[in-house]
């Protein structure tokens, strides 16, 4: 299931739209992106699909700012079927790790937009 919305500066939520339809949220996340009338704000459009994020725009943001900054790139948004929350992997424990903006793009991109299969792929490599 996907939950695509506007969230403010105080955590307030409006312009909902729930699918199942990868398409739809899509749609429905571009047309939030493509609003010019937000730009500047402390606002952010959210896409997640199965409770996980899957994308944040913020209208404050600069237009290099290649991750929160969705407008005009909206069909690279990483929306897959292995995109949401994964499934429990046997012997595996939820960890939080923090990347530098380099690091995280590159696990993305080796892990097909999974930035823990590309940690579990490099980790792979390097043995």
Not at 14 to 30: H, P, R
Not at 69 to 94: C, S
Not at 97 to 116: C, R, T
């Amino acid at each position: 299931m996907f939950r695509i919305y506007l969230r403010d500066y105080e955590q307030r939520v409006s312009e909902k739209t729930n699918t199942g339809d990868s398409q739809a949220a899509i749609a429905a996340f571009s047309a939030l992106v493509n609003r010019t009338d937000l730009d500047g704000q402390k606002v952010m459009a959210v896409i997640t699909k199965n409770g996980s994020p899957v994308a944040h725009h913020k209208f404050n943001a600069r237009e290099d700012d290649r991750e929160f900054y969705w407008r005009g790139r909206i069909t690279q948004l990483p929306i897959y079927p292995e995109a949401g929350r994964p499934a429990e992997l046997e012997g595996g424990k939820r960890v939080q790790v923090y990347l530098d903006s380099e690091s995280l793009a590159i696990a993305a991109k080796l892990g097909n937009s999974n930035v823990s299969d590309g940690i579990r792929k490099a980790l792979k490599q390097a043995e």
